[in-house]
């Protein structure tokens, strides 16, 4: 339901005061969308603890990458880390996205996604979420599409999340849609982005205040 807010603001033009509506975009849920599927648990149980450690010992020697966005330098609040069977290396916002070898749980993981979602994947992104000292979790992503011109649109994006739920935000493109869906994303959980949605939809993961690492694998079909 959407909440709407009266705001009190001074008008310039007359001096006085004038009532201003704010209205906070209405939060549905994620199913709601034909373009986007959710699984819940959908993970096979016995490749989860696994591929936990895999990605825990190969986030430990990485760093973040330091990108350039909207003209600010630093390093990217989450870190990445790719593999697959495409031959080139991935670039993200011109920092090259260390590659880890598509090996034991990796690699049975990834053939799992092939099979699962029926899409023919040559590279998996991995993201970690960690928290900071004060319990306060930085790490997120920003409300984006995965339009990049090497990703073939072709083709669904498909989402392994593990360890901490985190929330998962999707929203219209189209700024005049005040729709805003929000799925709540925990371990073993799935999230099907079909072909089309990029062009739709814009996603991301919120910051938030968290105890623990979430882990997040996409895989996607790249040219
Ligand atoms: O962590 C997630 O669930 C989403 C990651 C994402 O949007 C991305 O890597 O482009």
């Given at each position: 339901?959407?909440?709407?807010?009266?705001?009190?603001?001074?008008?310039?033009?007359?001096?006085g005061v004038?009532?201003?509506?704010?209205?906070?975009?209405?939060?549905?849920?994620?199913?709601?969308?034909?373009?986007?599927?959710?699984?819940?648990?959908?993970?096979?149980?016995?490749?989860?603890?696994?591929?936990?450690?895999?990605?825990?010992?190969?986030?430990?020697?990485?760093?973040?990458?330091?990108?350039?966005?909207?003209?600010?330098?630093?390093?990217?609040?989450?870190?990445?880390?790719?593999s697959g069977?495409?031959?080139?290396?991935?670039?993200?916002?011109?920092?090259?996205?260390?590659?880890?070898?598509?090996?034991?749980?990796?690699?049975?993981?990834?053939?799992?996604?092939?099979?699962?979602?029926?899409i023919p994947?040559?590279?998996?992104?991995?993201?970690?979420?960690?928290?900071?000292?004060?319990?306060?979790?930085?790490?997120?992503?920003?409300?984006?599409?995965?339009?990049?011109?090497?990703?073939?649109?072709?083709?669904?994006?498909?989402?392994?999340?593990?360890?901490?739920?985190?929330?998962?935000?999707?929203?219209?493109?189209?700024?005049?849609?005040?729709?805003?869906?929000?799925?709540?994303?925990?371990?073993?959980?799935?999230?099907?982005?079909?072909?089309?949605?990029?062009?739709?939809?814009?996603?991301?993961?919120?910051?938030?205040?968290?105890?623990?690492?979430?882990?997040?694998?996409?895989?996607?079909?790249?040219?």
């Open positions: 339901m959407a909440d709407v807010k009266a705001k009190r603001k001074i008008h310039p033009s007359n001096g004038r009532v201003m509506k704010r209205t906070k975009k209405t939060v549905l849920p994620l199913t709601d969308l034909s373009e986007f599927v959710y699984v819940p648990r959908g993970f096979p149980k016995k490749l989860a603890l696994p591929l936990v450690l895999l990605l825990e010992s190969h986030f430990g020697n990485v760093s973040r990458p330091i990108v350039t966005m909207f003209g600010k330098t630093g390093p990217l609040p989450r870190k990445c880390l790719s069977t495409m031959c080139r290396g991935f670039s993200y916002k011109n920092a090259v996205v260390p590659r880890i070898p598509l090996s034991g749980v990796l690699e049975e993981t990834f053939n799992w996604a092939i099979d699962y979602a029926e994947f040559n590279l998996v992104l991995m993201n970690q979420y960690t928290v900071n000292k004060s319990k306060k979790l930085k790490d997120k992503v920003g409300m984006h599409s995965d339009v990049n011109s090497a990703i073939d649109q072709n083709f669904g994006i498909f989402s392994v999340s593990l360890g901490q739920g985190r929330d998962f935000d999707v929203e219209p493109r189209d700024k005049a849609d005040r729709r805003k869906y929000r799925q709540h994303l925990s371990h073993r959980d799935l999230v099907l982005m079909k072909a089309g949605a990029q062009a739709k939809f814009l996603h991301g993961i919120p910051a938030r205040v968290a105890e623990g690492i979430r882990y997040n694998l996409t895989f996607r079909v790249v040219r």
